[in-house]
């Protein structure tokens, strides 16, 4: 009689195993080939991302420090106030401003930057360029443009103050008024704080020599308080601007879910510097 060799071969039982094993081994493939994606994604959105907020601040703060400038700055003296370019106008809220300077040599012309909430809520910068010297109050819609992609990024902070938001005035930090008649009106020139005086408030966006105090008894600085009508103040320009932008793209997100976000503070000194009287209320 022939033998029978006993056939050999996996039971279902073991392919079973088999097959869940290499389900595993995909999935943990997959896994990781997925993570490293999203890794990549994030790192190229937070790459766009801090290049739109840079872009936006050095856009910003390269035109403002032209404020101020004519095609007669150059021959101008201390004491000369005619200069109507000089005027840099910061909204209450921190989150426009207008300025001027001759670009053409030729017409008044003014400038400005504003945050506005754009589609879906989406925060967009806007850059004004007119023919006139309107305010923020007064933007209008005409020569306006985007300086923002809605798509790309929501710029959720966009504020511009006079002084250190992260420092107390009496630190020096920030634009700062000097009264020329106090500075003269002794033999040696006084110490910096008795002729000389920085905003009242950290991260105010008014100007000091724009105080309305000027003049007033028992006002705080000194200087503010000597201050008589007629005398000569010069304006020494310092903004600090603060960009906060998230990334809109569904793909921009952190681990938490949370959107990407960056800022940037960006310091401006604007050399051309204001000359303007005091104005005292009797």
């Given at each position: 009689m022939r033998s029978r060799r006993r056939s050999s071969g996996l039971t279902?039982?073991?392919?079973?195993?088999?097959?869940?094993v290499g389900m595993i081994?995909?999935?943990?493939?997959?896994?990781?080939?997925?993570?490293?994606?999203?890794?990549?994604?994030?790192?190229?959105?937070?790459?766009?991302?801090?290049?739109?907020?840079?872009?936006?601040?050095?856009v910003v703060a390269n035109d403002i420090r032209r404020a101020g400038f004519d095609n007669v700055t150059s021959t101008r003296t201390l004491a000369d106030l005619q200069n109507d370019y000089d005027r840099i106008a910061v909204s209450s809220t921190g989150d426009?401003?207008?300025?001027?300077?001759?670009?053409?040599?030729?017409?008044?012309?003014?400038?400005?930057?504003?945050?506005?909430?754009?589609?879906?809520?989406?925060?967009?910068?806007?850059?004004?360029?007119?023919a006139d010297d309107t305010s923020c109050d007064s933007w209008g819609s005409s020569n306006s443009a985007a300086l923002t992609d809605e798509r790309r990024v929501d710029i959720t902070e966009?504020?511009?103050?006079?002084?250190d938001p992260s420092l107390v005035p009496q630190d020096g930090q920030g634009s700062r008024c000097f009264n020329l008649a106090l500075r003269g009106a002794g033999e040696e020139i006084p110490e910096?704080?008795?002729?000389?005086?920085?905003?009242?408030?950290?991260?105010?966006?008014a100007f000091p020599c724009d105080r309305a105090d000027l003049g007033t008894s028992g006002a705080s600085p000194e200087p503010v308080a000597k201050t008589q009508h007629g005398d000569l103040l010069v304006e020494h320009r310092q903004l600090f601007l603060t960009v906060t932008g998230q990334a809109t793209n569904?793909?921009?997100?952190?681990?938490t879910g949370q959107p990407l976000e960056t800022t940037?503070?960006?310091?401006?000194?604007?050399?051309?510097n204001r000359r303007l009287l005091a104005t005292v209320s009797p």
């Open positions: 279902l039982v073991e392919l079973m195993i088999g097959i869940l081994l995909m999935s943990a493939v997959i896994s990781v080939y997925v993570a490293s994606i999203r890794s990549n994604t994030a790192v190229l959105t937070m790459a766009q991302l801090n290049h739109e907020v840079r872009s936006v601040a050095e426009c401003v207008r300025f001027g300077y001759n670009r053409s040599v030729a017409a008044l012309e003014s400038f400005g930057f504003r945050w506005v909430e754009g589609a879906d809520g989406i925060g967009v910068v806007e850059m004004k360029v007119a966009f504020r511009l103050s006079t002084s910096l704080d008795q002729w000389s005086w920085v905003a009242d408030d950290p991260g105010a966006a569904p793909a921009g997100q952190a681990g940037i503070t960006t310091e401006i000194r604007i050399p051309n």
